[in-house]
């Protein structure tokens, strides 16, 4: 590692994890992985919420994909603009939109699908999921333009978000993207060295 400092990754990479690997192959880092799944007892050591993954860094652990991520970023300088720029705001705007707009509907759609108990999944939930799933991409596509990425021709944090993403919808809730821009975007996204590593290492787990 460039810094000297060890970067332990704990959670499965079949989960949000996955992020932080690509994010990690990204800078090209050293790394150790510990697979944990929700609500382990190695997850639950460092978050109550047992909610993977989470990053340790020397004695200090950073919880949540998006912070660990953005940490990286900031930290080895790469892939992320300056924090008060004009161009952080409009790229913490992109991250924000992955979240709200894409990232929830999936989650919600998981949470309906296998996560909550039985008796409080609903069909209708999923099927608005989708609906919200498919609406957010047509804001991606009005909002990407003709853009490589959506900050122009640099990848940063949001990208990486959106093509996991696209990922999740495509191979676990089976939701196609839309051809045209956004599939375009989508298949250069994942097509990048580090994502195609990180895909690799999760078919290790």
């Known amino acids: 590692m460039r810094d000297g400092e060890m970067y332990k990754l704990i959670g499965s990479p079949k989960t949000r994890a996955f992020r932080v690997v690509w994010m990690l192959e990204e800078l090209g880092l050293d790394y150790d992985i510990d697979p944990a799944t929700p609500r382990s007892d190695d997850i639950l050591a460092v978050n109550p919420s047992g909610k993977v ?11 949540d994909s998006v912070a660990i991520c953005q940490f990286l970023a900031d930290k080895h300088g790469q892939f992320t ?15 924000h939109f992955a979240l ?25 939930a999923r099927e608005a999921c989708r609906f919200e799933f498919e609406r957010a991409m047509g804001f991606l596509e ?3 333009d003709d853009r490589v990425f959506v900050m122009g021709d640099q990848f940063t ?45 999760r078919e290790r787990y």
Not at 100 to 124: C, G, H, I, Q, Y
């Open 53 to 63: 993954p989470a990053l340790q860094v020397g004695d200090d652990v950073i919880i």
């Open 81 to 95: 603009y300056p924090a008060g720029s004009l161009e952080r705001a409009q790229q913490d705007s992109w991250t």
């Open 100 to 124: 709200d707009e894409v990232d929830s509907a999936l989650w919600f759609f998981a949470k309906n699908t296998f996560v909550l108990p039985k008796e409080l999944r609903s069909k209708m």
């Open 142 to 144: 009005q909002r990407l």
């Open 157 to 201: 944090i949001p990208d990486l978000i959106l093509g996991h993403c696209a990922g999740w919808a495509m191979n676990g809730a089976k939701w196609p993207i839309p051809e045209g821009p956004v599939a375009d975007y989508i298949t250069r996204v994942r097509s990048r060295p580090a994502c195609v590593r990180a895909l690799e290492i």
